[in-house]
């Protein structure tokens, strides 16, 4: 499980991408060999923040794609801002992934 | 008296630890504002997690766009975007209807975030997409219709013929 930060800057405003790699899995689908279900887990919370404020909460469920992706915007990011995301997924693994944005 | 000084330190100890523990343990991400909504994200119908919104007689969005393919050929990656014109979004939310678990995803949005959001979702088959926007404690609503190219195997749609297997798949 990684997260990644990628930022671009739009007319009036940044983007913030977060790529998750996670493998998303709803608890629905079997296992080819065994036929058990195979467990859920996937990303159920990001948290955007921009210098360690929070900007945006993402809550998700397991309908997502597998290794997901996050697009949000802010207008409020100077030069050299530290970009961060906090993540929890189901098995209560979590992590922090952070990005400058560099202008 | 020293020694017994010494124990009681260590009982103290011993009690504070389990306390720190369970503290930690109760709020185990300081970093979230709220916790995951899991009575919503386990809803089975989307008329009940619309009903959980409060969101059932929500306007038609007319300052929402729900920006999404018409029809897909993938089933396992379709970008999904809502941006809101409303003044003062505080809260989207995403529902694919034909999903086991309608909804998908819930953004809340302070107000240093635009009102516009991606997310890469599943599509179980053609279904509604939803977004249900909260702005200025108001709900707004708005649906478009994601076709699938090619339903599932296991699931062909009443009266079509069987296809041929889609290119770069192994017969």
């Known amino acids: ?78 030069v050299g801002a530290l970009i961060s995301a906090d993540w929890l997924d189901l098995k209560g693994e979590k992590g922090r992934a952070e990005a400058h944005y560099t202008g | 008296m020293r020694t017994s000084f010494q124990r009681r330190r260590l009982l103290g100890l011993a009690a504070a630890s389990p306390l720190f523990w369970l503290a930690s343990a109760l709020k185990p991400v300081a970093a979230w504002a709220a916790d995951w909504p899991k009575s919503l994200f386990d809803m089975p119908t989307s008329d009940g997690a619309l009903a959980l919104l409060g969101a059932q007689a929500a306007q038609a969005g007319k300052h929402v766009l729900l920006d999404a393919p018409e029809i897909v050929d993938r089933d396992d990656r379709v970008t999904v975007r809502v941006y809101s014109a409303i003044p003062a979004t505080e809260q989207i939310t995403i529902l694919v209807d034909k999903a086991l678990r309608p909804v998908v995803a819930q953004f809340v949005l302070t107000a240093e975030a635009e009102p516009d959001v991606s997310v890469t979702i599943k599509l179980p088959s053609t279904s509604t997409v939803r977004a249900v926007v909260k702005a200025g404690g108001k709900l707004y609503t708005v649906t478009k219709e994601i076709k699938l190219a090619m339903e599932p195997c296991d699931a062909p749609a009443a009266g079509t013929k069987p296809q041929k297997p889609a290119k770069g798949r192994p017969a």
């Open chain 1, 1 to 78: 499980m990684s997260v990644t930060i990628t930022t671009r800057r739009l007319k009036d405003s940044v983007e913030i991408r977060i790529s998750v790699q996670h493998v998303s899995e709803d608890g629905q689908r079997l296992d080819k060999k065994s036929g058990k279900a195979i467990e859920a887990n996937f990303m159920q919370q990001v948290a955007v923040k921009i210098d360690n404020r929070l900007i945006a909460d993402a809550f998700l469920g397991g309908d997502m794609s597998a290794n997901p992706e996050l697009v949000f915007k802010s207008k409020g990011v100077p």
